[in-house]
């Protein structure tokens, strides 16, 4: 048999006289395998210059060596902003899928649908799920627990569901943007927050009014507003927030995206950042720093988040392993605050 006729398996088995499976395993270095066979049949195959299918290798195993990072950024109704994000944390989730052998495929969806998940996984094409929606997140979570798909979630889980999950340390967060601006005098300071459903939202806002109450402050209704975390949210809730207290001194926002949006409601509003209202943000993304007057804000590392997100799933649907990873966050002071 020639090298030219060496292009499956089956060849390499007609070759060794031994079966395909033994082949297969061999190729993958199996302990299955008797050393002696093995190193015979990969001798064979590098002879001949052979080369795995791996698409047919993964098809045999029920493998695609593929997650699928689920966004809904691009879906009718969802301010695509939102997506500022999910670009930096998938720079370490590719990352880390990479050192894993695994790619990734990014996957948009209907927010109020969930057909999506039995459609890649029944065909192949993904062995998991990278969560990153933002509208009905909890939704998604149960339908997915419902059918056991591998899946990860970016946030802070329900406390009575136990999936694999990442998040920010967002009581330490809320605590820290307090604390600064406490310290630079701040007395009227309001608090702009994303959704007021999602448990990061009220976490933060819980850290930071424990640091406010520690100091003898209470938090008024007219100093709180919620947004979307999109650009245009920040500037309606800044707007908002001036109309009920003119007299605010501060604001933390809860992404940096609104806290640009903030500030471009004080300056239509013609008050002065940081000398008449201190703006601090959070995630700490790249606008953060290239804005015009760049951010204070609490920072989380969001491409290591990226990468334990990766990790996460892979050592789940290896495993079974369910993990919580919760991220240190730290105060980066800038121009704003």
Same mark, same amino acid.
């Given at each position: 048999?020639?090298?030219?006729?060496?292009?499956?398996?089956?060849?390499?088995?007609?070759?060794?006289?031994?079966?395909?499976?033994?082949?297969?395993?061999?190729?993958?270095?199996?302990?299955?395998?008797?050393?002696?066979?093995?190193?015979?049949?990969?001798?064979?195959?590098?002879?001949?210059?052979?080369?795995?299918?791996?698409?047919?290798?993964?098809?045999?195993?029920?493998?695609?060596?593929?997650?699928?990072?689920?966004?809904?950024?691009?879906?009718?109704?969802?301010?695509?902003?939102?997506?500022?994000?999910?670009?930096?944390?998938?720079?370490?989730?590719?990352?880390?899928?990479?050192?894993?052998?695994?790619?990734?495929?990014?996957?948009?969806?209907?927010?109020?649908?969930?057909?999506?998940?039995?459609?890649?996984?029944?065909?192949?094409?993904?062995?998991?799920?990278?969560?990153?929606?933002?509208?009905?997140?909890?939704?998604?979570?149960?339908?997915?627990?419902?059918?056991?798909?591998?899946?990860?979630?970016?946030?802070?889980?329900? &406390?009575?569901?136990?999936?694999?999950? =990442?998040?920010? @340390?967002?009581? *330490?967060? !809320?605590? $820290?943007? /307090?604390?600064?601006?406490?310290?630079?005098?701040?007395?009227?300071?309001?608090?702009?927050?994303?959704?007021?459903?999602?448990?990061?939202?009220?976490?933060?806002?819980?850290?930071?009014?424990?640091?406010?109450?520690?100091?003898?402050?209470?938090?008024?209704?007219?100093?709180?507003?919620?947004?979307?975390?999109?650009?245009?949210?920040?500037?309606?809730?800044?707007?908002?927030?001036?109309?009920?207290? &003119?007299?605010?001194?501060?604001?933390? =926002?809860?992404? @940096?995206?609104? *806290?640009? !949006?903030? $500030?471009? /409601?004080?300056?239509?509003?013609?008050?002065?950042?940081?000398?008449?209202?201190?703006?601090?943000?959070?995630?700490?993304?790249?606008?953060?720093?290239?804005?015009?007057?760049?951010?204070?804000?609490?920072?989380?590392?969001?491409?290591?988040?990226?990468?334990?997100?990766?990790?996460?799933?892979?050592?789940?649907?290896?495993?079974?392993?369910?993990?919580?990873?919760?991220?240190?966050?730290?105060?980066?002071?800038?121009?704003?605050?």
């Amino acid at each position: 048999m020639t090298a030219k006729t060496i292009r499956t398996i089956e060849d390499i088995a007609r070759l060794a006289q031994v079966s395909k499976s033994t082949v297969s395993r061999s190729l993958n270095d199996s302990p299955l395998v008797k050393q002696e066979t093995k190193a015979r049949i990969q001798a064979i195959a590098l002879e001949h210059n052979f080369r795995i299918n791996a698409p047919a290798r993964n098809l045999s195993l029920r493998q695609s060596h593929t997650i699928a990072f689920v966004s809904q950024a691009c879906h009718k109704g969802c301010n695509s902003e939102v997506d500022l994000f999910s670009l930096e944390i998938m720079s370490g989730i590719t990352h880390g899928l990479y050192s894993l052998g695994y790619e990734l495929l990014v996957v948009h969806v209907d927010p109020h649908e969930s057909d999506w998940a039995h459609q890649y996984l029944d065909s192949g094409r993904v062995d998991g799920f990278i969560l990153m929606t933002s509208t009905r997140k909890q939704w998604h979570i149960k339908k997915l627990l419902e059918i056991n798909a591998p899946f990860i979630a970016w946030g802070m889980p329900q &406390p009575e569901i136990n999936h694999c999950s =990442v998040a920010g @340390d967002n009581l *330490a967060g !809320g605590r $820290l943007a /307090a604390e600064h601006l406490l310290g630079a005098g701040r007395r009227r300071i309001a608090f702009l927050g994303g959704p007021k459903y999602e448990l990061e939202v009220q976490q933060r806002f819980k850290g930071f009014q424990e640091v406010l109450q520690s100091a003898g402050l209470e938090i008024s209704p007219d100093l709180m507003a919620y947004g979307d975390y999109s650009h245009l949210s920040g500037i309606r809730a800044m707007d908002q927030l001036l109309d009920q207290s &003119p007299d605010l001194d501060a604001v933390f =926002v809860n992404s @940096d995206l609104m *806290a640009v !949006g903030a $500030l471009t /409601a004080l300056k239509n509003r013609g008050r002065q950042v940081p000398g008449e209202v201190a703006v601090l943000g959070y995630d700490d993304l790249s606008i953060a720093r290239y804005n015009a007057l760049p951010l204070t804000t609490i920072r989380q590392n969001i491409h290591l988040a990226g990468r334990l997100l990766a990790e996460g799933l892979v050592q789940y649907i290896q495993t079974g392993v369910v993990t919580h990873i919760t991220i240190p966050v730290e105060l980066v002071v800038r121009t704003s605050a």
